[in-house]
């Protein structure tokens, strides 16, 4: 008889993710996932002016702020097919690969590292012999006996208080948690440390964008940003100089700490490259436009079917036909009316809850489709997508993991052993060292192009009295992001946001076809159902992320979410 | 020099999930504040607010809060009160709130030394709906009891002579170019 079990961390008034499984014999045999808030946030773009949407909709989450601004200022300039200063172009992509630096960082370590690594064993290790161990994984000069000891020495004072504080949570001393004392203790330091340069990685998006946690400096057309070398209140000088300093800690995080602890990770848990594969339809958009035009780009993307890495499609741009025509959001499964498959730019959200049903309907997020198919986005997607087109910069980072793997031990994997729960996390480790040595390129790009004298930011435009549609993408951390939008009378006339989470988290469509979240849990074995931390590390390898933020603290705790066995 | 951060916590599409940036931006429409005071509208933050709130003396925030009381109440909390919530289960980004910060910035031995949480229940939380009637009532209330703190804790507030207009964008029916505040 199966058991079903539910996890729905419900501790505030918020879209949040919710996740069903049924077990028989101690592995997964059937999964739902759903979002238990209504999205319909996009309704109040409709009358407004299309230049103003980028305020509201980076309003839509608060961890994906800036992602959903520049999505929404490029399906605009879509739509009016307006070119992009170089200037403006660099300076939104140093923004988006600040932000996601800052997103990836966040999310190996604060978000998804203590599935790994079991905080309660940290008191037992030897700070000298992690110090050694970590010698020989990294160059990283934080890796001392005294920077080891003074990370203990928080877990010491947090265990010997009686409440675990942050630790609450966890789910210590599980069978499936296998790393020695001393690797629980190296990671964990450098959990700590990663609060510092994600950081500095926000601060180069406040230094560009003015202000964060939302941006100030776009507009549609290019960027706000007044160019003046010599003013320190201008972006000149002064403020490249405090950027190319706070990017070089960054890449020095990422290339020497981050990249290295997912690798010993994946080389001492290699099981894992085995398990929570799923759906392997892939799906990115190019990004990090390199011309005003949006016609080349340091980022590639395309499609790949069923795992066939030799039959991957290229997108030519970020608003490649193949693309605006094959998307399509089912709402079989999902809380809404209607019965069609519908195109976004004709896409309705009018609600109708009916209660958790999994045999009916059970998510508030749609199913979006591309050519009728279930799609996995995010950093998986694109780097196997830049893999299998010879995309250099995606074969050194996939090339030096693999090779880092084997040398701390692990086993030789393959790009296709990247179809797994740990390839989610290696893509994400490679697509930030990618990303890392991106930043330094555009900082350069951008410091050249205005040393020549050019210090254009903005195309100006304006709006067309008759019906133009546009989409706006973005990879983004958690992957395609595409806003879509039809402009009528100079108002927006309909707007719908495919968010990544909604690509990975949706639900079942007509056919009966598994989401990537639902079809990655599939067969994972478990240790102790009553405590699902193999279903947490899969859904955490997606990065999950409910783009609904409404929060509303609850100071009683009385709604604390936990493993329901039902 | 002692800093202290008042920041408005809520989504401003959200109808009463907005009146943390409303309060914070009307308050800091009417008065100036001591050195070392930053006012501040924080959207909807997950883990980034401990980079906000590591290092402060005093923290003082206005959110919307899921309580028993009327639509409209104003209750206030203390660190104690935000630390003694359970952390949530890790699913998503949106996991690590309010308590989750607090208890990283006391791991990392920085959490301020005072903290109040000026929280106002709110009633309706529909996209695109103004604060209901109830809870934009207790709006003037709800800057009392910041101004109250600020004094409490020896930080100077002096009302504006003449007021800026508050940056509150997000209300008003987009048909209309001249938003209202009420």
């Not at chain 1, 006996?145 to 208080?161: G, H, M, Y």
């Not at chain 1, 066939?308 to 809380?335: C, W």
């Amino acid at each position: 008889m199966a058991k079903r079990i539910t996890i729905d961390p419900i501790t505030r008034i918020e879209g949040h993710l919710r996740i069903d499984v049924e077990v028989e014999n101690n592995a997964v045999s059937n999964a739902w996932a759903s979002c238990t808030m209504w999205r319909g946030i996009e309704k109040i773009l409709r009358g407004r002016d299309p230049r103003d949407a980028w305020l509201f909709t980076q309003r839509f989450c608060g961890v994906c702020t800036t992602v959903h601004a520049m999505a929404s200022v490029r399906s605009v300039e879509d739509a009016l097919k307006l070119e992009i200063p170089l200037n403006a172009q660099y300076i939104r992509n140093l923004i988006l690969i600040a932000h996601a630096l800052h997103d990836h960082i966040v999310h190996f370590y604060q978000l998804s590292a203590l599935d790994w690594v079991d905080v309660l064993q940290i008191p037992k290790a030897d700070p000298a012999a992690t110090s050694k161990l970590a010698e020989s994984l990294s160059p990283w000069t934080r890796n001392s006996r005294n920077e080891l000891k003074a990370a203990q020495d928080r877990v010491n004072a947090v265990a010997s208080s009686g409440q675990l504080g942050i630790f609450a949570n966890g789910y210590w001393g599980h069978p499936a948690m296998r790393l020695s004392p001393e690797v629980n203790l190296l990671a964990f330091s450098h959990y700590v440390q990663a609060l510092e340069y994600q950081r500095k990685a926000l601060q180069v998006v406040g230094i560009l964008g003015s202000k964060t946690p939302h941006i100030q400096n776009l507009n549609v057309g290019g960027v706000a940003n007044a160019i003046d070398l010599d003013s320190p209140s201008a972006l000149g000088m002064s403020q490249l100089e405090m950027i190319r300093t706070l990017l070089e800690e960054v890449v020095q995080f990422v290339q020497h700490v981050y990249f290295v602890d997912v690798c010993a990770v994946a080389a001492m848990y290699p099981e894992w490259f085995k398990i929570g594969s799923g759906v392997r339809n892939y799906l990115a958009v190019p990004d990090l436009p390199l011309d005003s035009r949006g016609s080349a780009y340091d980022l590639p993307g395309g499609y790949i079917r069923d795992g066939n890495l030799a039959g991957v499609k290229g997108f030519q741009t970020a608003s490649d036909p193949i693309f605006r025509q094959s998307v399509s959001e089912d709402v079989m499964h999902a809380y809404y009316q209607g019965d069609k498959a519908l195109h976004p730019w004709a896409g309705e959200t009018e609600p109708a809850f009916t209660g958790w049903d999994g045999e009916q309907k059970y998510s508030w997020v749609k199913a979006p489709r591309f050519n009728g198919e279930p799609m996995q986005v995010g950093p998986l997607a694109q780097v196997l997508i830049g893999y299998a087109q010879g995309h250099p910069l995606t074969r050194k980072y996939t090339d030096m993991a693999i090779e880092k793997i084997a040398a701390i031990g692990g086993p030789r994997a393959t790009p296709a052993a990247l179809h797994s729960t740990l390839g989610r996390h290696a893509a994400r480790a490679i697509r930030a060292c990618m990303l890392a040595e991106l930043a330094q390129k555009h900082l350069e790009l951008l410091v050249e192009n205005i040393s020549k004298g050019d210090y254009t930011v903005h195309n100006h435009s304006v709006l067309p009295t008759h019906e133009v549609e546009g989409v706006g993408t973005h990879e983004a951390p958690r992957g395609t992001l595409s806003h879509w939008i039809v402009i009528k009378d100079q108002k927006i006339k309909n707007y719908q946001a495919v968010v990544p989470s909604t690509w990975n988290a949706s639900p079942r469509d007509r056919a009966g076809a598994h989401g990537p979240y639902e079809a990655s849990l599939l067969h994972t074995p478990l240790a102790r159902p009553e405590e699902p931390l193999e279903v947490l590390r899969t859904v955490h390898s997606f990065d999950p992320c409910m783009a609904c933020a409404c929060h509303a603290f609850d100071p009683s705790g009385r709604k604390i979410g936990v493993a329901k066995i039902l | 020099m002692k800093r202290a951060l008042i920041g408005g916590i809520g989504n401003v599409l959200l109808g009463d999930d907005g009146v943390g940036p409303y309060v914070v931006r009307l308050l800091e429409s009417l008065y100036t504040f001591a050195e070392g005071v930053e006012v501040a509208d924080l959207g909807t933050p997950a883990l980034d607010l401990t980079h906000q709130i590591v290092g402060l003396h005093a923290l003082i925030l206005v959110d919307s809060v899921a309580s028993d009381g009327c639509p409209g109440t104003v209750v206030l909390y203390r660190k104690e009160d935000i630390l003694r919530v359970m952390p949530a289960e890790r699913l998503d980004p949106h996991s690590p709130a309010l308590s989750e910060c607090m208890m990283t910035a006391e791991m990392l031995g920085a959490s301020p030394e005072h903290v109040l949480l000026v929280g106002i229940v709110g009633s309706c939380y529909e996209p695109g709906q103004p604060l209901s009637e109830a809870v934009r009532q207790s709006v003037g209330r709800a800057i009392d009891a910041i101004l109250a703190e600020l004094a409490r804790l020896g930080f100077d507030s002096q009302k504006k002579l003449s007021p800026n207009a508050p940056g509150i964008w997000w209300v008003g029916d987009p048909a209309s170019d001249s938003p209202s505040l009420i």
